[in-house]
């Protein structure tokens, strides 16, 4: 990443490296068929087959706490029938009824969740997992500490949670109680006063007592773990992590320019071994699984993913100011961690899978950050094409104060001026109206000739003069070409001459 901020860093503001979505999911010892039969036998003294009366029962006692938690906090409670996105339901209550902090609303559906059921045959009833609908609640919050949020818990055994936050509403509070200055638009960063301040901050993210925060949430809204669940605990797993690298550009013209090689790179360059390279693993002929590059154009812009198995990396434009390579991790065990372990009776350090609980949110932090750093990296050799676009677009149109006609690329006579001002023997000394015009037109021995060719030359200088391509040496009658010039000029020769019959050739086979 080092590199890309170089070899752009004059249209950079700066760069933050930030969770974004980030998704916990709360287990409970009763989890398993096992446990759940242990619990209802041992624990509470009843029978199986009484499993799906008890289960009414809890379910509709979740059902009036949830009812209770909106009311008492004075915010609706919504039944939704249909499919919607709830979050931006969720916004647009929030901001219609002005709500700054605490709950905003309840939603209940009916969903299918991984849960359990009676299942008969041979010998006693006994229980099994499987798929069912059930009432699900969704407590949209505006949290002091972590923002906007919401906790999703369903009514059917077993309980498990779901707590959704946001890394970047987490950050702005963190800044806000700092007192830095930033500019914010939605879920990204336009600027940054002091933004290695604000990557610092970001990591203290994955170092918080997430079992205690994830906690709190899961008592306040699951009066079970009161008093028939207690002392039962969630164990808290990151079900899915979002981490965001964004680089801040001083203005959309700066990354439109720059955008469309990048992406254009990315979806013909970076091969199957690339992509695992970028999330630190290498390909090897055990790999089981897809590896698949996805280009998609939206509303918004256009973004690449590559995905392997059920991980991948992605890099889109934000807002059209903000360049965002995302690593997002649902399956952590594709990734090693290094745990003290015991091994026939020995203790030692083994890299062995990385398990999916929340003490190892801070592994997933450095793999990511890792992983967008080396994306990155790759992108950074792209060069900006916009400043030769800008520059052919001056070639074509009129220059002024005087007005002078621009320059037609694919006209063969401005193709024969440009060569002959670019002779090597003008780099010297200059060149004269006399060298170019014998270039162009030829000696000729007509006196009545030459001075209309002449006085055609020096109106071709005005021209490239006015488009400052060439400029006058002091106090002769000579004339040299500038650095634009050379650029501009060269650039036209080695298209006609060279790029475009190859363009050509292969088009047309």
């Not at 916990?24 to 989890?31: A, E, R």
């Not at 809204?221 to 808290?236: A, E, S, V």
């Not at 091969?271 to 630190?280: I, K, P, Q, T, Y």
Request: net charge positive; charged share 30%; proline share 5%.
């Amino acid at each position: 990443m080092d590199r890309f901020i170089v070899h752009h860093r004059d249209r950079i503001l700066g760069t933050l490296a930030c969770f974004d979505r980030v998704i916990f999911k709360g287990h409970l010892p009763i989890s398993h068929p096992t446990g759940l039969e242990t619990f209802f036998t041992s624990w509470l003294g009843l029978k199986l087959k009484e499993f799906k009366e008890v289960a009414l029962h809890l379910a509709g006692r979740l059902k009036e706490h949830a009812q209770a938690v909106a009311q008492q906090a004075g915010r609706p409670y919504q039944y939704l029938n249909r499919p919607v996105r709830k979050e931006d339901l969720a916004r647009q209550i929030a901001e219609r009824d002005g709500v700054q902090r605490g709950l905003i609303c309840v939603f209940g559906a009916v969903e299918p969740v991984q849960a359990f059921r009676l299942a008969y045959g041979e010998g006693r009833p006994r229980l099994a997992s499987d798929w069912r609908k059930c009432l699900v609640h969704y407590f949209y919050l505006l949290d002091p500490e972590f923002g906007f949020m919401h906790v999703r818990r369903p009514t059917w055994f077993p309980f498990t949670m779901q707590v959704y936050v946001n890394g970047h509403d987490w950050l702005a509070r963190r800044m806000n109680r700092l007192r830095l200055i930033f500019q914010r638009l939605d879920n990204a960063f336009l600027s940054i006063a002091r933004p290695e301040r604000a990557d610092h901050l970001a990591r203290e993210f994955a170092r918080l007592d997430w079992p205690e925060v994830l906690g709190r949430f899961a008592h306040r809204f699951n009066p079970l773990l009161r008093d028939l669940l207690n002392p039962m605990t969630y164990y808290w797993v990151t079900d899915q992590a979002e981490y965001a690298t964004d680089v801040m550009f001083r203005s959309r013209a700066d990354l439109q320019s720059l955008y469309p090689g990048l992406l254009r790179h990315a979806t013909l360059a970076y091969r199957a071994e690339d992509v695992m390279r970028f999330l630190g693993r290498k390909l090897h002929a055990h790999f089981q699984g897809e590896i698949v590059s996805d280009l998609k154009h939206r509303v918004e812009g256009a973004r690449i993913k590559h995905r392997v198995k059920r991980n991948w990396i992605k890099m889109y434009d934000k807002h059209g100011r903000i360049l965002r390579v995302e690593t997002v991790i649902n399956q952590t065990r594709e990734f090693k961690v290094r745990r003290v372990t015991r091994f026939r009776g020995r203790v030692r350090a083994r890299w062995t899978p990385m398990p999916k609980g929340v003490a190892f949110l801070d592994r997933t932090e450095r793999i990511c950050r890792a992983a967008n750093r080396r994306y990155l990296d790759g992108l950074a050799n792209i060069q900006d094409p916009g400043a030769a676009r800008r520059a052919l677009d001056r070639m074509a149109a009129p220059a002024y104060p005087r007005r002078r006609r621009g320059f037609n690329p694919a006209d063969p006579d401005d193709a024969r001026l440009f060569a002959a001002v670019l002779r090597g023997e003008h780099v010297i000394a200059g060149f004269r109206n006399r060298q170019v015009r014998e270039a162009l037109f030829g000696p000729t021995d007509d006196r009545l000739t030459a001075r209309r060719q002449a006085a055609c030359v020096t109106r071709l200088f005005n021209r490239l003069h006015a488009h400052g391509y060439v400029a006058k040496i002091p106090h002769t009658h000579r004339w040299r070409v500038t650095d634009l010039g050379r650029a501009a000029m060269s650039a036209v020769l080695d298209v006609r001459d060279h790029a475009f019959p190859a363009a050509f050739a292969k088009a047309a086979a």
